[in-house]
Structures are given as C-alpha cells and as structure tokens.
Nanobody, 125 residues
C-alpha cells in the first residue's frame, strides 16, 4: 500500500478551475494505477479519472481514462519524480460539487487498496 494525501480543493464559481494534487509515499508509486473518485452528498462514490502506471521517473505519462461526465473538462496527470498525481478541473459545474478522493491500485490488481482522506470541492453559482 501507499499513503495518499490530497490537497487543492476549495470553493469556486461555476465555470472556474481548480487543480487537485495527491501526494503519495512509497518507492513503488510509478507502478501503481492511480485514480480519482468523488462522492457527492447522498450519492455513491463514482469514478472520475484514472491514469496507468509508467516506467521509471522519466516517463511519467500513462494511458488516461475519464468518466463521460468530465471528459473534455478534467485532466489527470502524474509526476513520478514527485510521487504525485494531479487532477485539473476546468469549466466546473454545480454538479461537480463533491469530496474528491485519490486512490491507488497495484498493477495487475483489480482493486484499489489505498485511499486518501478526500478534499472538498464546492462549485457555487
């Protein structure tokens, strides 16, 4: 497992932007598939975006995946040298309001075994 700490949440007006960060501990960060999830009040947690692992610290990119509701507005990226994954949130909508969680899944596993504490994103009109 890795330890994950999210940051960057806050209050933003509709149409605005935020960048979430997730700092991970552990030397094997680059081998983890990283994901962002969110949970709005009264709703189940849902997948937002994911990025596959990439070899070494030079190649920080990986294949990316997005929920349909955020495609074209959110961008996930990772920097293996900094053990950090990011989620850029653009063109925010009221319905993006939620607690956003970072999660890690070991390569070859189907289960996320590490979760952060979450960071609140609130979009106002």
């Amino acid at each position: 497992q890795v330890q994950l700490v999210e940051s960057g949440g806050g209050l933003v007006q509709a149409g605005g932007s935020l960048r979430l960060s997730c700092a991970a501990s552990g030397r094997t960060f680059s081998s983890y598939y990283m994901g962002w999830f969110r949970q709005a009040p009264g709703k189940e947690r849902e997948f937002v975006a994911g990025i596959s692992w990439s070899p070494g610290i030079i190649g920080s990119g990986g294949n990316t995946y997005y929920a349909d509701s955020v495609k074209g507005r959110f961008t996930i990226s990772r920097d293996n040298a900094k053990n950090t994954v990011y989620l850029q949130l653009n063109s925010l909508k009221l319905e993006d309001t939620a607690v956003y969680y970072c999660a890690a899944r070991p390569t070859g596993s189907s289960k996320y075994d590490s979760w952060g504490q979450g960071t609140q994103v609130t979009v106002s009109s």
